[in-house]
């Protein structure tokens, strides 16, 4: 299936993934999960091994049995995006090219650390760009970090590597309002056949309101129905139901995003899915650890007032 922007829009799912007790990967939970999450009555696409997926604590042999096991069991007419965390460009490259073996249609590039460090405005990343696309001559994506971070790039370079043809998205997660509209505008401009994916949490309403191609989102495996109506209702320019999606979906993005620390996120994902009975085990593999009781049960409720649960 050859991938352009137009076919990245709607809803992408960023799938988290379940472990049994023993820290093992729970297949049996993951073949469940992507029953409820990957639908594609809700979800368009389906992105793997990134931060929901836990994709720093997993193995190579890991990563590559989720891409082979998720482009299986989901529709065939629903692209696959992967997650690449890379060292440098050697390390993208050998990456990249295994994400496509097991059967990714896009690699989702994140910002190896050369990047970071505040150095937002370097051309670096546009010859990365340049030099991937070149070598592997398929589908990319940039992942974009919170400015905040250092590793966000700045909006000048996110237009230049807007233009490499191979570059068909930006999953957007710049983690302002301001930065998000900038940067939307600025790529639109450089090439409008570059895919926005704002994945900002806090700003699901705000973003799909000023315009973009889809939501990116781990909150997409927990609540996909709730994004997808957002979605729906930013497409049919129908203020009225936005705002009414947006009311549902509050409780939820406030109490998974909300509680300190917000790496945490995607555990309490995954403690609401066992709430709901899609997964059995909700605990992290290391350095990750369990949430408490209280934000357990900040869940629970937020997912009653959703009435998803």
């Known amino acids: 299936m050859t991938i352009s922007a137009k076919d990245l829009r709607g809803i992408t799912v960023a799938t988290v993934l379940p472990f049994?007790?023993?820290?093992?990967?729970?297949?049996?939970?993951?073949s469940a999960l992507l029953d409820h999450c990957a639908k594609p009555e809700t979800t368009d696409c389906v992105f793997v091994n990134g931060h929901a997926g836990e994709a720093t604590a997993l193995t190579d042999e890991e990563k590559m049995e989720v891409i082979k096991r998720t482009r299986e069991q989901i529709s065939k007419d629903q692209p696959l995006l992967v997650g690449v965390v890379p060292t440098g460009i050697p390390d993208a490259l050998r990456q990249a090219e295994a994400v496509r073996e097991a059967g990714a249609d896009v690699a989702v590039i994140f910002p190896p650390e050369a990047l970071g460090g505040g150095n937002a405005n370097t051309m670096a990343a546009v010859k990365m760009y340049e030099h991937l696309a070149k070598e592997l001559q398929m589908p990319l994506s940039h992942f974009q970090f919170p400015i905040a971070s250092g590793f966000g790039l700045a909006t000048n370079v996110l237009a230049e590597i807007a233009k490499i043809p191979e570059v068909i998205a930006v999953k957007e997660g710049s983690a302002t309002l301001l930065a998000y509209d900038e940067n939307r505008r600025a790529i639109k401009a450089a090439d409008d056949n570059t895919a926005i994916l704002p994945s900002n949490f806090h700003w699901f309403f705000s973003q799909v309101a000023l315009g973009g191609d889809g939501i990116l989102s781990g909150l997409a495996s927990l609540v996909p129905g709730l994004l997808k109506d957002l979605w729906?209702?930013?497409?049919?320019?129908?203020?009225?139901?936005m705002r009414a999606a947006n009311d549902r979906l509050y409780p939820v993005v406030r109490a998974i995003y909300g509680p300190a620390p917000v790496v945490d996120m995607h555990t309490r994902m995954k403690d609401g899915l066992q709430m709901m009975g899609v997964i059995k085990n909700a605990a992290p593999r290391l350095p990750l650890l369990?949430?408490?009781?209280?934000v357990r049960d900040g869940v629970r409720q937020a997912l009653i007032a959703a009435e998803v649960m």
Not at 20 to 30: Q, S, V
Not at 232 to 240: H, I, Q, R, V, Y
Request: negative net charge; proline residues 4%.
């Open 232 to 241: 729906d209702a930013s497409e049919n320019m129908d203020l009225a139901a």
């Open 20 to 30: 049994d007790e023993a820290g093992a990967i729970d297949w049996d939970g993951y």
């Open 290 to 294: 369990p949430q408490s009781d209280a």
